[in-house]
C-alpha cells in the first residue's frame, strides 16, 4: 500500500529537492563559467593564428591560481612497506617521484592503526607480518610540515553514541597535542562512506558521519590550540554526491562548522567515470568545476585530495603512459581548483613488478623502488609545474596542455600527444617574445608498452619563431622510429628569457 502523503512528508520531499535543485544550479554555473572561460581563450586564440591550418595549442598569459607545493603528495604503504624498508621507500618517492607530501599511515588501514603500539587490528584484510613505518620515522623522512594524518574514526562511527563519539574525539585530541607542531594537516576519518552497509543506508551513515563531526571538532581544536599549535582539520567529503553538504551543515552547528579548515576528498577520475550508486565520478574536465561547486556549498576553500589518480577502471584500464597522460590533466585540474593538498594512490602494491598490468602506482615493488609512469610523471610536475596555472586551450587537436609561469618568469609547458601519429604541433605564448628554450624533453613508449611499465626519455627539438602577438614552438610528437614513441607521448617544454 503505498503511503500517504501527510503536510510533513511533503514538506521533506521539498526540502530535499530544493537543495538538490539548488546544488544543481551552482554546479551549472561552475559549468558555464569555466565553458566561459574557454570560449574567452578561443577569442584571444585567433588572434595569434598566423597562417595556421592545422592544430594547435595556445597557452593565454593571464595568470591562474597558485599552484600549492604539496600538491604532489603521495599516500603511505604501511601494510605493504615494513619499518625497514621505509627508508628506501620513501627516499625513491622524494628522489625518484619528486613526493613533498607523505600521508599517514595511509588509506583504509587508518582506521585500524594503534598509534601507541604501531600495529594495526589483527582482523584488518592486509594485517602484514611485519610492521610498517612509526609516525616518527615518517616525519623523519619527510620533514616537518611534510606529513598529514588520518584520525580513527570507524569504531566511534560503528558505536553511534555520544560517549563513543567524545572518547575517540579525546584519543585524537591526544595525537595532535604530540604530533601537532610538526604535522599541520589532520584528516577526521578515511571514506565513511566505502563502510559496510552504507549503500542501504547511506542517508543514515551520512548523519552519523556528521554528528561524529560535530563532536571531533571542538575537543581537537582546544587541544590544538591549548598547545600552540596551528593545524589544518579536514572533514571528509563524498565528492560523487555534492549535496550531502546541505545534509551535513544542517546537523553540524554553525559555531563547529566555521572551525573546519578544509574538506577532502578520493578524486579517483578518468575519461569515461564508471557508474555506480553513490559513487559516480566526474569526468577529468569536470574536476575543477564540481571542487568549485563543493567550494561554494561548504563555503570552505581549502581542499586536500587526500586519495587521487586516474583510476583503471575509469579509463578503460590504461596504465603505463597512458594512465600518466590523464593523470597529468586531473593534477591540471586540480591546479586549476586552488587545491591545497593531494596524496596519490597507490604508491605501491605488493608483488606489482614492472611491468605491471592492472594495476597503476609510483612505484614498483622491487629493490629500490624504481619509478612507473606514473611515478616518472610525478616527478616532471613536482619539477616542473610551479608558480601559477596559465589557461591553455587546443584546437583541431586530441592533444592536452597544462601550463605553468614560475616564479622567475618562466613558462613551463607539458604536452600530452594522445593518440595521433607524427603530429606537428605548434605552441603559441601569447604575450611572451623573445623566449629561449630552458628545456624540452619527451616521455615516450613502444607500441608494446603504451599501456604498461615504465616510458623512456628522450630530447625533444623544438623550433621557436617570434610574432607580434607572442613566441610560437613548433615540434613534432608521436614521430615513431627506434628513439621515440608513435603515439602517447608526454612533452614538457620550459622556456625563459
Given at each position: 500500500m503505498a503511503q500517504k502523503s501527510t503536510p510533513l512528508n511533503r514538506r521533506v520531499l521539498n526540502s530535499k529537492i530544493a537543495a538538490l535543485a539548488g546544488s544543481m544550479m551552482v554546479y551549472r554555473r561552475a559549468t558555464r563559467a569555466m565553458a566561459n572561460q574557454q570560449r574567452n581563450v578561443a577569442v584571444t586564440n585567433r588572434k595569434v593564428e598566423i597562417d595556421q591550418r592545422g592544430g594547435h595549442i595556445a597557452v593565454l598569459n593571464e595568470l591562474g591560481m597558485a599552484i600549492h607545493p604539496h600538491l604532489f603528495g603521495a599516500n603511505n604503504a604501511w601494510c605493504f612497506v615494513t619499518s625497514e624498508?621505509?627508508?628506501?621507500?620513501?627516499?625513491?618517492?622524494?628522489?625518484?617521484?619528486?613526493?613533498?607530501?607523505?600521508?599517514y599511515p595511509g588509506g583504509f588501514e587508518s582506521e585500524s592503526y594503534n598509534w601507541g603500539s604501531n600495529t594495526l587490528n589483527p582482523r584488518y584484510r592486509h594485517f602484514p607480518k611485519h610492521p610498517g613505518a612509526t609516525p616518527?620515522?615518517?616525519?623523519?623522512?619527510?620533514?616537518a610540515g611534510n606529513v598529514s594524518f588520518v584520525l580513527r574514526t570507524v569504531d566511534a562511527f560503528r558505536a553511534n553514541t555520544p560517549a563513543a563519539f567524545n572518547h575517540w574525539a579525546n584519543i585524537a585530541a591526544d595525537l595532535v597535542t604530540q604530533y601537532g607542531a610538526e604535522v599541520h594537516?589532520?584528516?577526521?576519518?578515511?571514506e565513511w562512506y566505502h563502510l559496510g552497509g552504507v549503500v542501504k543506508h547511506y542517508d543514515a551513515f551520512l548523519r552519523r558521519y556528521a554528528r561524529l563531526v560535530a563532536h571531533f571538532v571542538p575537543i581537537v581544536r582546544r587541544a590544538a590550540t591549548l598547545a600552540g599549535h596551528r593545524i589544518h582539520l579536514y572533514i571528509s567529503l563524498n565528492w560523487a554526491q555534492p549535496h550531502d553538504v546541505t545534509v551535513m551543515r544542517k546537523v553540524i552547528p554553525p559555531g563547529v562548522w566555521s572551525q573546519i579548515d578544509g574538506f577532502n576528498i578520493h578524486a579517483y577520475s578518468g575519461f569515461a567515470p564508471k557508474k555506480r550508486k553513490y559513487y559516480t565520478a566526474p569526468s577529468i574536465d569536470e574536476i575543477a568545476p564540481r571542487i568549485a561547486l563543493l567550494q561554494h556549498l561548504t563555503g570552505i576553500s581549502r581542499v586536500y585530495a587526500s586519495e587521487w589518480m586516474a583510476a583503471l577502471n575509469n579509463n578503460d584500464h590504461y596504465g603505463g603512459i597512458k594512465n600518466a597522460a590523464y593523470m597529468m590533466q586531473i593534477m591540471g585540474q586540480f591546479a586549476q581548483a586552488g587545491v591545497a593538498s593531494a596524496a596519490y594512490w597507490p604508491s605501491v602494491m605488493p608483488g606489482r613488478h614492472i611491468p605491471q598490468p592492472n594495476r597503476v602506482t609510483l612505484l614498483a615493488d622491487e629493490p629500490g623502488y624504481i619509478p612507473d609512469a606514473d611515478g616518472q610523471m610525478?616527478?616532471?610536475?613536482?619539477?616542473?609545474?610551479?608558480?601559477?596555472?596559465?589557461?591553455?586551450?587546443?584546437?583541431?587537436?586530441?592533444?592536452?596542455?597544462?601550463?605553468?609561469?614560475?616564479?622567475g618568469g618562466?613558462?613551463?609547458?607539458?604536452?600530452?600527444?594522445?593518440?595521433?601519429?607524427?603530429?606537428k604541433l605548434p605552441v603559441w605564448i601569447v604575450g611572451r617574445n623573445?623566449?629561449?628554450?630552458?628545456?624540452a624533453r619527451v616521455l615516450w613508449a613502444d607500441d608494446a608498452h603504451l599501456d604498461i611499465g615504465p616510458a623512456r626519455v628522450a630530447a625533444l627539438p623544438v623550433e621557436i619563431s617570434n610574432h607580434p602577438s607572442g613566441s610560437r614552438c613548433t615540434m613534432e610528437l608521436n614521430i615513431g622510429g627506434r628513439q621515440r614513441g608513435s603515439a602517447w607521448e608526454i612533452a614538457h617544454i620550459e622556456l625563459g628569457k
Amino acid at each position: 500500500m503505498a503511503q500517504k502523503s501527510t503536510p510533513l512528508n511533503r514538506r521533506v520531499l521539498n526540502s530535499k529537492i530544493a537543495a538538490l535543485a539548488g546544488s544543481m544550479m551552482v554546479y551549472r554555473r561552475a559549468t558555464r563559467a569555466m565553458a566561459n572561460q574557454q570560449r574567452n581563450v578561443a577569442v584571444t586564440n585567433r588572434k595569434v593564428e598566423i597562417d595556421q591550418r592545422g592544430g594547435h595549442i595556445a597557452v593565454l598569459n593571464e595568470l591562474g591560481m597558485a599552484i600549492h607545493p604539496h600538491l604532489f603528495g603521495a599516500n603511505n604503504a604501511w601494510c605493504f612497506v615494513t619499518s625497514e624498508q621505509f627508508g628506501a621507500f620513501c627516499r625513491s618517492l622524494r628522489r625518484h617521484a619528486g613526493v613533498t607530501l607523505l600521508r599517514y599511515p595511509g588509506g583504509f588501514e587508518s582506521e585500524s592503526y594503534n598509534w601507541g603500539s604501531n600495529t594495526l587490528n589483527p582482523r584488518y584484510r592486509h594485517f602484514p607480518k611485519h610492521p610498517g613505518a612509526t609516525p616518527q620515522q615518517a616525519i623523519a623522512a619527510m620533514g616537518a610540515g611534510n606529513v598529514s594524518f588520518v584520525l580513527r574514526t570507524v569504531d566511534a562511527f560503528r558505536a553511534n553514541t555520544p560517549a563513543a563519539f567524545n572518547h575517540w574525539a579525546n584519543i585524537a585530541a591526544d595525537l595532535v597535542t604530540q604530533y601537532g607542531a610538526e604535522v599541520h594537516d589532520w584528516e577526521i576519518g578515511n571514506e565513511w562512506y566505502h563502510l559496510g552497509g552504507v549503500v542501504k543506508h547511506y542517508d543514515a551513515f551520512l548523519r552519523r558521519y556528521a554528528r561524529l563531526v560535530a563532536h571531533f571538532v571542538p575537543i581537537v581544536r582546544r587541544a590544538a590550540t591549548l598547545a600552540g599549535h596551528r593545524i589544518h582539520l579536514y572533514i571528509s567529503l563524498n565528492w560523487a554526491q555534492p549535496h550531502d553538504v546541505t545534509v551535513m551543515r544542517k546537523v553540524i552547528p554553525p559555531g563547529v562548522w566555521s572551525q573546519i579548515d578544509g574538506f577532502n576528498i578520493h578524486a579517483y577520475s578518468g575519461f569515461a567515470p564508471k557508474k555506480r550508486k553513490y559513487y559516480t565520478a566526474p569526468s577529468i574536465d569536470e574536476i575543477a568545476p564540481r571542487i568549485a561547486l563543493l567550494q561554494h556549498l561548504t563555503g570552505i576553500s581549502r581542499v586536500y585530495a587526500s586519495e587521487w589518480m586516474a583510476a583503471l577502471n575509469n579509463n578503460d584500464h590504461y596504465g603505463g603512459i597512458k594512465n600518466a597522460a590523464y593523470m597529468m590533466q586531473i593534477m591540471g585540474q586540480f591546479a586549476q581548483a586552488g587545491v591545497a593538498s593531494a596524496a596519490y594512490w597507490p604508491s605501491v602494491m605488493p608483488g606489482r613488478h614492472i611491468p605491471q598490468p592492472n594495476r597503476v602506482t609510483l612505484l614498483a615493488d622491487e629493490p629500490g623502488y624504481i619509478p612507473d609512469a606514473d611515478g616518472q610523471m610525478m616527478r616532471w610536475l613536482s619539477d616542473g609545474f610551479h608558480g601559477r596555472v596559465l589557461q591553455t586551450v587546443t584546437h583541431g587537436s586530441e592533444a592536452r596542455a597544462i601550463a605553468a609561469r614560475g616564479r622567475g618568469g618562466q613558462t613551463s609547458i607539458f604536452i600530452a600527444a594522445g593518440p595521433e601519429h607524427h603530429l606537428k604541433l605548434p605552441v603559441w605564448i601569447v604575450g611572451r617574445n623573445n623566449v629561449k628554450i630552458i628545456k624540452a624533453r619527451v616521455l615516450w613508449a613502444d607500441d608494446a608498452h603504451l599501456d604498461i611499465g615504465p616510458a623512456r626519455v628522450a630530447a625533444l627539438p623544438v623550433e621557436i619563431s617570434n610574432h607580434p602577438s607572442g613566441s610560437r614552438c613548433t615540434m613534432e610528437l608521436n614521430i615513431g622510429g627506434r628513439q621515440r614513441g608513435s603515439a602517447w607521448e608526454i612533452a614538457h617544454i620550459e622556456l625563459g628569457k
